[in-house]
Structures are given as C-alpha cells and as structure tokens.
C-alpha cells in the first residue's frame, strides 16, 4: 500500500488547507483559541505564508522530501498547531526521521494533548524498525476502546513503510492477554490483515475474537464478511445469526445479513429479517426489494403499510417507493395518490411514467397519452429519459395493437432526438414484425453506422438478414463482429447457431445453440436448438426441447411455427 495514504482525510489539497493556515498567519494567532504571550518574537506573517505555498506546492507536484523540508520551516515560524501536526506526517510521509522528530517536538509544544501524536510516533518507530516503541504507542491508542484510537492505530500500521513489519505488529497485538481494547481491537487487527491481503491472519483475528468475546456482535459480524469475501455464503449466514442473536437490533447486521439470504436464493427469509429491525427509509426500501423478488403478497402488502406509518415528511424516494408498493399491493388509485405526490426532480419522471401506465390499465389511453405529452412539454433534461417516454407511448400503442400509432411515436421520438440509438433499434424491431424488412435492415444499418461497436445493433441487423433474406454470408460477418463485443450474449449465441444453420453448416450450429439455451432457456432459442437437432435426425431431442420450450412461453409465435411445419403431427 502506497505510504501516501497514510492518514486519509487528513493530508489535505492546497485549496482546502491554505486558506485556514493562511488566515491564521495573516491574523498573528490560531482560530478558535486565545491570543498567548509570546515567548520568542513573532515570525512576519509573509515568511510563514510563503513556506506553506511552497510546501504545498512541493507535495502537489509529488516532491516529498522538499515539501517535509518547507513544512518543516514552516512550523518552526507558526505557532499553529496544525502547520505542526502537518510537518510532522509530511515527514513521516517523506521518510525523514530527523524532520518527523523536529515536527513532533514543535507539535507537542503547542498542542501535548493531541492523540494523532502517538500515531506518527508509531509511524516513526515503524520507520526506525522499533517494533517494541511501536506497540507501546499503538496500545495507548487502542486501550481507550473508542473508535478514534482504532482509526489511529490502523491508519498507523496501514502506512507502514513495509508491509511485513506491519503484519508482524498485528500479530504481536493480536496474541496479547488481554488485548488492549477488546474484540473491537481484534477486529481492526483482522481488517488490517486484510486489507494488507493476509487471508489468514485476518482469519486468525475473527476465530480470537468469537473465541474470547462469544456474547459480542463485532466479532462474529467481522467472520462474516471474511466468509461472504472467500464467498462462503453459508458460513456467512450462520455467522450474522450470532452477531444478530447478541446484537438483534443492529440495522446494519440486518441489511447484511438479508442479502447474504438473497444471494443463497432465500429471499423471502431476507424480506423477513428486515421486518424484525426499526424501520426506516433505507431498511424498507431493501425489504420491499427482496420481498418483489420473491413475490411474497404478505411481505409486500406489510411493507407497504410500514412505509405509510414512517414519519412524515416524506421524501420523494419513499413516495416513489409508496406508489409502487401500492400497486403491486393491487391499489393503482392509492399508487395514482402517491405518484402524484412526488416533487419535480429525479424521481418525478419515473413517477410519471408510472402514472400513465396505470391510466392505460385502466384503459384511460387519452389520459395516458396526455400526462406523458405534458411531461415532454415541461422539459425532460436527459435525453435518454425523454427517449423513454417516446418508447413507453410508443409501447403503449403497440400493446393495444395500434401499430400504425406505434410507429408514428417512434418517428415523432426521433424528430425530437435524431438517431436516438432505443428508439431506433425498437422501430427497426417493429417493422420487422410488420414484415417491412428492406426498412428494418435500413434502421438496423444506420445504428451500425453510427456506431460499430453497438453490439446489439450488429445482431439485429445480422439476425434479420439471417431469418428474413438469403443474404447468410454478409449475415455471418455481423453476428462475428457481435459475438466478438459480447461473446455471453445469449441472444448473439443463439444468431450464430442460426446463421451457421442457414448456410448449411448444422453440425457446427449445434454446439452454439445449446451454449445459447443453456444461458438462456427461452422459446425462440428452443424452436432455434429443436430444429437443428430435427435436421440432425434427433427427433426426440428436438421434441424434448420443444416441450420444455412450450413450457416456458405457451404462446410464442416462432416455436409453434416451427413446430407446425417440421412435426405437424404433434
């Protein structure tokens, strides 16, 4: 780890430190306390100012040693303590015991009660290889047991200038009896091993801590992240039971240990354990996730109720949250309610849109089309945001079978924003169902054109030529270029198993298809895999697909097509 990180927060840019600094040393005094009897003459404000400049502007250019020597001057001038503490990490930074020891010393004097002082005289002595020094200084700011000794203690060893020796004084921590400052100390020792990429000694740190401190959280929530990191989802699961069992009410340990549920597939439970804890914005905006993912009807309507009962005011990310909630609870007129509600800004497009597809449900199509009219209207400062309100109107027509209005939507869209890449690529996707293939492919080729790295345009454009003309070898070179953009794309897997078919190489297709299928079981790529093996002369596998395919989407037109010419009698 570079030593440049050594204090975060604290090494700071130019334009934020040189303004306090400077105004300290144009006022001859230190903001916030009272003027003192000077003991030795005042330092002219200007020499104090220019040795900051140019420390300041050493450091930014990267010239330590010359920025720690300006520093240096710099605190021998000031009688501000924080030119001092600055001097002192400068030099610790750069390398420069004899200037860390001069800065400590100046610092000392004007502030003796700074407890970042023992961590740069624990970087000292990790500098000098003092192991012993080191850790008499890590213990003062451990055995506090405050949050702020551990910062100081990690950030100290974090910014070793040898990784080993840092490892080392872990260790050495990490075996005292007892060690200063309890589990929460092992803790910071384990997240120091880790973060110094020593696996097992962090590992060593977790078993100490759940060993010697059985009843406290810290220790089990740390063994199970070292779990989730080594992605041992069960040994993370039993591991947050017991940090939440001693500490049932910590929201974090919740939040933690719902998503170690989701990502074992359990994710009702997730949505469960979140109703056990306080709740607030953030915890049921999580609970409403998992229990939408798990469509659980019961979470989703006591989640809903929960975010009703929260305190008023509300924001408009829980009145966005609201409104969905109300609808998958099947209240779109409460949904309507709340939409309504939320404020112009981020959030207010996605309500809006909400807005119109509950009028379309409710067959008020004139509605629909209006809220999203005056949306426009009002000014949709992202493009692709204005996009999607053309292509959501535009879905809307096509639903109702309204094509001849869907493409005129479409076309209105990019009058509004020319060459629009989505609304493109879907009016190319509707004039091909319409069989107006010489202009798909001409929608096609222009996303081509005007960008060639467009994977999904290259498939399209591929995929059509390959299913609706003879053109297979110039079909072949798209879908190439495609797979090489996106080669887990199913959907691109699927166009070249198709297209090496059309051009009569079947048995090379096979493989690419069942790859396909496997990444993406869906109707289409079915049809696609069962007539492959049909011309294979494996029959009962192709039916065996099939069924599976008609399985999964009873209705989609391309399976039965196949499967009405190719075994009619099925």
Same mark, same amino acid.
């Given at each position: 780890m570079s030593r440049h990180a050594v204090l975060p927060g604290r090494v700071l840019r130019?334009?934020?430190?040189?303004?306090?600094?400077?105004?300290?040393?144009? /006022?001859?005094?230190?903001?916030?306390?009272?003027a003192e009897p000077e003991s030795r003459p005042a330092a002219e404000p200007d020499a104090v100012v220019a040795a900051l400049m140019a420390a300041e502007f050493a450091w930014q250019d990267g010239r330590r040693e010359s920025a720690a020597r300006h520093y240096a001057r710099a605190a021998a001038l000031s009688d501000d303590p924080v030119v001092a503490e600055r001097a002192a990490q400068v030099a610790l930074i750069a390398g420069d015991a004899v200037l860390v020891r001069q800065g400590l010393e100046r610092w000392r004097a004007l502030d003796p009660g700074a407890r970042a002082i023992r961590q740069v005289e624990a970087g000292l002595a990790l500098l000098e290889r003092d192991p012993d020094r080191a850790i008499a200084h890590l213990d003062a700011l451990l055995a506090g047991g405050?949050?702020?000794?551990?910062?100081?203690?990690?950030?100290?060893?974090?910014?070793?200038?040898?990784?080993?020796?840092?490892?080392?004084l872990v260790e050495a921590l990490r075996v005292?009896?007892?060690?200063?400052?309890?589990?929460?100390?092992?803790?910071?020792?384990?997240?120091?091993?880790?973060?110094?990429?020593?696996?097992?000694? /962090?590992?060593?740190?977790?078993?100490?801590?759940?060993?010697?401190?059985?009843?406290?959280a810290a220790g089990w929530s740390f063994k199970g992240r070292l779990a989730l990191a080594r992605g041992d989802a069960i040994g993370a699961r039993g591991a947050f039971l017991r940090a939440l069992?001693?500490?049932?009410?910590?929201?974090?340990?919740?939040?933690?240990?719902?998503?170690?549920? &989701?990502?074992?597939?359990?994710?009702?439970?997730?949505?469960?354990?979140?109703?056990?804890?306080?709740p607030d914005d953030e915890v049921l905006s999580a609970r409403a996730a998992y229990a939408v993912a798990a469509d659980d009807r019961e979470q989703i309507r006591a989640t809903y109720e929960a975010l009703v009962a929260l305190p008023t005011p509300r924001p408009p990310e829980r009145l966005l949250l609201l409104g969905q909630m109300a609808e998958l609870s099947g209240q779109p007129e409460a949904a309507l309610e709340w939409y309504r509600q939320v404020p112009p800004g981020s959030q207010h497009v996605d309500a809006t849109f909400r807005i119109a597809v509950i009028h379309e449900q409710a067959q008020r199509v004139d509605e629909a089309?209006?809220?999203?009219?005056?949306?426009?209207?009002?000014?949709?400062?992202?493009?692709?945001?204005?996009?999607?309100?053309?292509?959501l109107?535009?879905?809307?027509?096509?639903?109702?079978?309204?094509?001849?209005?869907?493409?005129?939507?479409?076309?209105?869209?990019? $009058?509004?924003?020319?060459? &629009?890449?989505?609304?493109?690529?879907?009016?190319?996707?509707?004039?091909?169902?319409?069989?107006?293939?010489?202009?798909?492919?001409?929608?096609?080729?222009?996303?081509?054109?005007?960008?060639?790295?467009?994977?999904?345009?290259?498939?399209?454009?591929?995929?059509?030529?390959?299913?609706r003309t003879d053109r297979h070898e110039e079909a072949l070179g798209y879908i190439e270029r495609a797979l090489a953009l996106k080669p887990d794309s199913a959907a691109i897997i699927d166009s070249m198993g198709w297209v090496l078919h059309r051009l009569g190489r079947? $048995?090379?297709?096979?493989?690419?298809?069942?790859?396909?299928?496997?990444?993406?079981?869906?109707?289409?790529?079915?049809?696609?895999?069962?007539?492959?093996l049909w011309t294979l002369g494996r029959r009962e596998e192709a039916r065996a697909v099939w069924k599976r395919s008609r399985e999964l989407e009873p209705d989609n037109a391309v399976l039965r097509e196949t499967m009405q010419r190719l075994d009619p009698g099925r």
């Amino acid at each position: 780890m570079s030593r440049h990180a050594v204090l975060p927060g604290r090494v700071l840019r130019v334009c934020v430190l040189l303004p306090v600094l400077l105004a300290a040393a144009c /006022a001859g005094t230190v903001p916030g306390r009272q003027a003192e009897p000077e003991s030795r003459p005042a330092a002219e404000p200007d020499a104090v100012v220019a040795a900051l400049m140019a420390a300041e502007f050493a450091w930014q250019d990267g010239r330590r040693e010359s920025a720690a020597r300006h520093y240096a001057r710099a605190a021998a001038l000031s009688d501000d303590p924080v030119v001092a503490e600055r001097a002192a990490q400068v030099a610790l930074i750069a390398g420069d015991a004899v200037l860390v020891r001069q800065g400590l010393e100046r610092w000392r004097a004007l502030d003796p009660g700074a407890r970042a002082i023992r961590q740069v005289e624990a970087g000292l002595a990790l500098l000098e290889r003092d192991p012993d020094r080191a850790i008499a200084h890590l213990d003062a700011l451990l055995a506090g047991g405050d949050e702020d000794g551990r910062t100081l203690a990690g950030q100290a060893l974090l910014a070793a200038p040898d990784r080993d020796d840092a490892l080392a004084l872990v260790e050495a921590l990490r075996v005292r009896d007892p060690v200063p400052g309890g589990v929460e100390a092992l803790v910071l020792l384990g997240q120091v091993a880790q973060q110094l990429n020593d696996v097992e000694l /962090a590992e060593r740190c977790a078993d100490q801590a759940v060993q010697r401190f059985p009843d406290a959280a810290a220790g089990w929530s740390f063994k199970g992240r070292l779990a989730l990191a080594r992605g041992d989802a069960i040994g993370a699961r039993g591991a947050f039971l017991r940090a939440l069992a001693a500490s049932p009410d910590d929201k974090a340990l919740r939040l933690t240990h719902a998503a170690v549920l &989701h990502r074992l597939g359990e994710t009702a439970g997730a949505a469960r354990t979140l109703s056990e804890v306080a709740p607030d914005d953030e915890v049921l905006s999580a609970r409403a996730a998992y229990a939408v993912a798990a469509d659980d009807r019961e979470q989703i309507r006591a989640t809903y109720e929960a975010l009703v009962a929260l305190p008023t005011p509300r924001p408009p990310e829980r009145l966005l949250l609201l409104g969905q909630m109300a609808e998958l609870s099947g209240q779109p007129e409460a949904a309507l309610e709340w939409y309504r509600q939320v404020p112009p800004g981020s959030q207010h497009v996605d309500a809006t849109f909400r807005i119109a597809v509950i009028h379309e449900q409710a067959q008020r199509v004139d509605e629909a089309q209006r809220v999203l009219r005056e949306l426009r209207e009002g000014g949709i400062a992202d493009d692709d945001r204005l996009a999607e309100s053309w292509l959501l109107e535009a879905e809307m027509a096509a639903r109702r079978g309204a094509a001849d209005r869907a493409e005129a939507t479409y076309r209105a869209g990019l $009058s509004d924003l020319p060459d &629009h890449p989505r609304i493109l690529y879907t009016l190319g996707l509707l004039l091909t169902q319409q069989d107006r293939i010489d202009e798909a492919l001409s929608v096609f080729a222009r996303l081509v054109e005007l960008d060639p790295g467009n994977a999904d345009a290259l498939n399209a454009l591929g995929y059509t030529m390959t299913d609706r003309t003879d053109r297979h070898e110039e079909a072949l070179g798209y879908i190439e270029r495609a797979l090489a953009l996106k080669p887990d794309s199913a959907a691109i897997i699927d166009s070249m198993g198709w297209v090496l078919h059309r051009l009569g190489r079947t $048995s090379e297709a096979l493989p690419h298809l069942e790859r396909a299928f496997g990444l993406e079981p869906n109707a289409e790529i079915g049809a696609h895999l069962g007539e492959v093996l049909w011309t294979l002369g494996r029959r009962e596998e192709a039916r065996a697909v099939w069924k599976r395919s008609r399985e999964l989407e009873p209705d989609n037109a391309v399976l039965r097509e196949t499967m009405q010419r190719l075994d009619p009698g099925r």
